[in-house]
């Protein structure tokens, strides 16, 4: 399958899963770079069970001349014109991790302020962090590249999802006919993406093999926000100068 192959099926699945992106030696260097980065912020957690760190491109932004790589740039630019990152988290989750995480779909924007704007609603709060639910078209417009920096499969975390769920717009998970719906695992090869629509109803186990599984998640939208509020980690990729 061509890379427009691909593409073409993650609009119609809302999922697709693209290889070597990344080679050994990009994805030791983003290692090392989160491995020494300052971890006293407070959007770092670190828990038994996960490491993560929110705004992740602002937090540890020596990793992005190497993430916005020409491989990647043109899969970005090949789905559509003008979109900029909204969103990064980094997840590390280790190899005798039991977290997991129930379906669900990502129905938050990250903004810099929390304001009165209609259609945009609930909110809320983290660490001075804001988050709203915006309108369905702002949700339709985003999409999510996860980059694995392991091999990713069932049996250390690997998404599981539902197939053309983010079609229904707003999915509650207690509604699904499983009689009707089709899950399938993603597995991803080290150096590797995976494309997700935010609306995708997606899930995640827990780790039985040991491995451990890290992850980095950015959003990406090319929709400006009513003048009241910001993308708050908003990043224009385009004019980084990238490491050759």
């Known amino acids: 399958m061509t890379l427009q192959e691909k593409l073409n099926q ?7 899963v693209i290889d070597s992106i990344y080679s050994s030696n990009e994805i030791n260097n983003l290692l090392n770079i989160i491995n020494n980065a300052d971890t006293t912020s407070d959007t770092f957690r670190k828990s038994t069970n996960l490491f993560a760190i929110r705004q992740f491109l602002k937090e ?94 069932e049996e250390n975390g690997a998404l599981k999802v539902i197939p053309e769920s983010h079609k229904k717009k707003i999915y509650r998970p207690e509604t ?23 609306l995708l109803l997606h899930s995640s186990g827990r780790t039985v093999n040991d491995l451990r599984r890290r992850v980095i998640h950015i959003e990406f939208s090319n929709i400006e926000l009513p003048e009241n509020i910001k993308w708050s980690e908003r990043i224009n990729f385009s004019n980084i100068e990238l490491h050759v």
């Open 10 to 16: 993650f609009e119609k699945d809302g999922f697709q």
């Open 60 to 153: 540890v932004p020596d990793t992005l001349p190497i993430i916005f790589n020409d491989k990647l740039t043109a899969i970005i630019n090949t789905l559509g014109k003008n979109y900029f990152s909204v969103k990064s988290i980094y997840f590390d989750k280790p190899g005798d991790s039991n977290w997991f995480v129930a379906y669900h779909q990502d129905l938050t924007i990250s903004v810099d302020n929390k304001t009165d704007i209609e259609g945009f609603g609930p909110w809320t709060v983290k660490q001075n962090q804001f988050a709203v639910q915006p309108p369905i078209d702002i949700l339709e417009n985003i999409f999510t590249i996860r980059i694995h920096l392991d091999d990713t499969n």
């Open 176 to 198: 699904i006919d499983w009689n009707t719906e089709t899950e399938v695992s993603c597995s991803v090869s080290k150096g590797g993406i995976m494309l997700m629509k935010p």
